[in-house]
Each structure stands twice: as C-alpha cells, then as structure tokens.
C-alpha cells in the first residue's frame, strides 16, 4: 500500500503528573515552533491553555500540535502531530478519543513511582487498539528514581494485560522532560542522561518506530470526527483525520450522522495545525488531522465521506459512566443576590447571572457536543437533570466552569450508576492504588476496609514507603480522599481507575458526623460562633449571610443539630456589645466545591454561585424535616 513518509501520529499518554506536557513543550522549543525572541516568554506547560488546567495542574482536555522535525541527516522535514492526552482517569473519554487520531502510542512513566492505575487504563486501550509502543522513562534525575525495577514493573504490566509479542518489544527511551534531554543509554538512576544534550533520539526513535500512515491508491474521502472546538467568526470547528482520499477547501462532501443518515455540505474553511496556531490549509490528504468550518451541527464519531461513495468510518466508543449527580436550578433564597446577599454591589454583580431552567439545560446539552463520556437524563423534576460521567472530579470540574459562566446551581450528592445482570444489582468497582509512610499502613487498611475495600496486591520498595493496591466499590470512594489525607498527615498518595461492575457491596456508613445546620436567616455573628465552636467544626466567617436550612459546620456528634449562628450579643448600659469579644474563635474551614460535595449526605445538596459554595438541606424547614425523621423512625 502506498505510504506518507512525510507525516507521523502519535498519542503521549500516561498517568496524572507524569511529565507529558512538560516534555510536549520541550518538544515543540527543540523543533523550532517557536522564534528565538519568543523562547523567554513561552509559559510552562504551554498546551495547558485552560484556566482550570492551569490552577490544578492537570490535563483535562486532549489537545494536538504539530512540530516540523528536521532530520541530522537533512532529509526533507517531517510532520509529527501529537496529541497531548490527559492523566486523570476521570477524564478517560478524551484518551480514547486521543488514540483514534494516531498510529503509535509513547507510554510515559515517571523513574520513581512507576506504572500507575491511569498508567495501566491508557495502556490496556492502546493495546486493544493494537497500536505501537514507545516506552518514556522520565523524570530520570528524581533523587528517588529506581529505572531498572520501573522498567520491569511496566513489562509485568504489559504481560498482565496479554499483550502478545510483538508488543512487548518496544523500544525504551530514557528522559528528562523538564531539561528537555533524551538518551537510548540508561543513565545512573537520580542522574540526568548525560551522552546526550537534547531530545534527538526522542525524535528519532518517533521516526523509526510509529508506522507512516499507509492509504488507498483512488479512495473515496474517508474523514473521522474526533474532536470540537469552537470559533468567534467560524462557528463549530470540527478536528478530524482524513483515513483516505483528499479533503480541500471549498469541497462539497457527504456528512454522515450518527443515525446514518447522509448530508451534503460544503467545506468553507480547512487548516492544518502549526505548533500551537491553525493556519488555513487548501488540501489535506491521508494521516492529516486537520480542522473545517462550514457544518454547525457536526458531532464526534461522525464521518465526511465522498458524496458519489458515502462509507462511514466505526462510531467511537467510550467506556460506560460510573457516577451521576442531580444538577438543577438554585432554589435557595439567596439565589440571584451576590456573595452577600445585600447592598448595591450585589445587585450590579448579578446582572448577567444564569439562573432559570432553560439557561442550565442549555447549557448541559451544549457540554454534551465536545464530551463524549458524560451523558444527561431527564428527572421526574422540570428544573433539575441527572449528570453521568467517569467520576466525581469530571463532574466537578463540570460544575466548576459553570459557575465562573455565572451560573447558579443546586448539585445533588453524587451517586453511582447501577446496571442489573441476572436479576441482581451491579456497582462499579474502582482499583486504588495507595503510596504511603510505613506508619500510615494501618489507619489506612483500616479506612479502607470500613469502605469495603479487597486488598489485591501489598509491596514494599524498601524505603519507608508501602504500595498498597485494592479494589473497592466507587460510592466507597466518594467523601474518601479528605478522610485519607487528614489520617495519612498528607504524606498518602492515592489514585483509582475503574475496574468493571460487581455485585451490590451493601450499606457504607463513611461520614459518622452530623452537620450543625442554621435554624434562621440572618448573618453571622462573632458571639454566636464563641458559643457554638465547641459543638464541631465551622465553616462559616463572621458577616456571612445564612438562612435556614443552610449548613454551617460538622457537627461533633453523630446527628444533626439546629443552632443559631446568627445570635447577638445583648446590649446593657453597663457594657458595650463589644466589650467581652476577646474569646478567640478558631479559623473556620473552607471547604472547595470537591470537599462539598464530599462531605454531603443523601438529604443534603450543594449550592453553587459564582461567588460562594454552600452546603444545604434538601428541604429546608426545619418542623418539615423533623416531621420525616419521626415519620421514618416510627415506620
């Protein structure tokens, strides 16, 4: 068949903060991207564009870039794309959508922590995808760094995941991301490799070992829709790789949709991606990814094909979703009214506030366009929706960037998504890989087991670290990652992937403190938290505005209690209302919307505006909740 020689496609995949953007910056300096006055000013991690990115320091989306390589041999140049994908498993869709792009994987693995949960999830699905395997040992100048069991654990990985024989001969490249320098020569672990300067075997060994993209002599057009993005003059902007035939500029094709249904439209724009910038492009031809304008309602999975030859390309599949939560309009009294609820500041800053039913499921089925592993389900109420995705973070993360939009929310405690099997519920099951300190390993054996959890796999390196693998039902996860850190001093290390669906654990006691819940409106008062600050934990400052039903901290106990935290000092003519308040009051926590959501129970839900995160009874009254407590107690 004939062969590009000129183009490559790669995917650099591997677990969360394992140095892939890190060495796709190195990449793109070393390849000339970027001009010699631009070399000081080029932010880190620069595919990481996004503001949430940025702040927590992770992938969230899958992005591509293109470098042209120029060979030492002085050969004409050559396009590698790559797709920088993310390490978190919550965010797993854009990983499999990542590698339907490509024809070759580099699995990158950090010297010291070695494979990990995400590292075995990208792994098993590019060798279900039979694609090639280039092997990254990176971070090879860690103190801590042990290459030689790191590369013995990554080949018991790909012999535990079947791979056959021609997979497990993949070619190793050792590196160090942040220097940008590469070798083929194992260096002395914590060194940085030193018969090399740059990342040119890197390169090289792309070109040696990714396979050129192969096509058709006469093909009809074949062209997968990967991802979408979005443009202020353009409109939708779909990405895709051309599998056969051309694509140009100006060309009528056939839009095949997911329903099989064929369509003609006209291409009014195509570019090719140039480093970080797309530059309009007039043909774009096998093993291209490119980006065309000109189809508004274009989804992912969808096909362009020749309109005398409609063919469409396999739909893309994405891994069922395992937790759901409920995201409705905000129903608080508050809703509409700023921070603090009051003042003309308030209102000037809830102009432009998205808060009724048509905006939020606008803006739901608008998320569903770019990602592919959430889906919405109506509920039994108009103004709420049921949200599914991989895990609690995608979720949040959902949440997050509604909220800086101006939305305001009511999010429902996250719950898992039961499938039935033989006339018996299954759950999603989760495997967790823990790091910790030796003299953690009972506080968290002990965590985990009241969370059901299996201990699989138990391995100490010798260091005063233990790595303990189990597998545990993914609602025994929700609420767990605030309880680990605070039992392990924030020393402990956990990451989960999902594991496939088991029978029903049953009931899961994880969160044995009551709320402390306000039983009026009003604000905050100094004196009133003196009083109640050795009933549990705050998590209101002074002048904050509640109301009733609102949850203002965790109760010591096991129940629920009803305080007033808005209680004022009495003025006498003896004493001013000031005179007394010297008592220190202990800082409040600040919960995160994560640890909200969290910390939530089954009768209680987050409300989320762009100023504030409060937590809050699904029914407020306070004589209407006592009512169902007794109603449930006495049967």
Known sequence: MPTRH???????????????????????K?????????????DDRVMDSNDLEREKGITILAK????????????????????????????????????????????????????????????RKALQQRKPVILCINKTDRPDSRIDEVVNETYDLFLDLDADEDQIEFPIVYACGR??????????????????????????????HVPAPTFEEEAPLQAHVTNLDADNFLGRIALLRVEQGELRKGQTVAWIKRDGSVQNVRITELMMTEALTRKPAEVAGPGDICAVAGI?????????????????????????????????????????????????????????????????????????????????????RPDAWEVQGRGELALAILVEQMRREGFEMTIGKPQVVTKEVDGKTYEPVERMTIDVPEEHMGAVTQLMGVRKGRMDNMSNHGSGWVRMEFVVPSRGLIGFRTEFLTNT????????????????????QTRNNGSLVADRAGAVTAFAMTNLQERGVLFTDPGTEVYEGMIVGENSRADDMDVNITKEKKLTNMRSSSADSFEAIVPPRKLSLEQSLEFCRDDECVEVTPEAVRIRKVVLDQKERGRTASRAKNG
């Open 6 to 28: 000129d183009i490559r496609n790669v995917a650099i995949v591997a677990h969360v903060d394992h140095g892939k953007t890190t060495i796709v910056d190195a990449m793109l």
């Open 30 to 42: 070393q390849a000339g991207a970027f001009a010699a006055h631009q070399l000081e000013s080029v």
């Open 64 to 123: 591509n870039t293109a470098v042209k390589y120029h060979p030492k041999d002085g050969g004409a140049p050559i396009t590698i794309n790559i797709i920088d994908t993310p390490g978190h498993a919550d965010f797993g869709g854009e990983v499999e959508r990542g590698l339907s792009m490509v024809d070759a994987v580099v699995l990158l693995v950090d010297a010291s922590e070695g494979p990990l949960p995400q590292t075995r999830f990208v792994l």
């Open 179 to 208: 220097d940008g320098i590469a070798s083929l020569t194992k260096p002395e672990d914590g060194t940085v490799p030193a018969d090399s300067d740059s990342l040119e075997p890197f390169f090289s060994t792309i070109l040696a």
């Open 296 to 380: 508004p309602e274009i989804m992912i999975g969808e096909t362009l094909a020749d309109p005398e030859n409609p063919v469409a390309l396999p739909l893309i599949t994405v891994d069922e979703p395992a937790i759901s939560m409920t995201i409705g309009t905000n129903t608080s009294p508050l809703v509409g009214r700023g921070g603090t609820g009051k003042g003309a500041d308030a209102k000037a800053a809830v102009k432009d506030r998205k808060v009724t039913a048509r905006q939020v499921k606008d803006r739901l089925d608008r998320e569903l366009i770019g990602n592919v592993s959430l889906r919405v389900l109506d509920t039994e």
């Open 489 to 508: 001093r924030g020393t402990g290390i956990a990451h989960s992937i999902h594991e496939g669906h088991e029978p029903w654990f049953g009931n899961l």
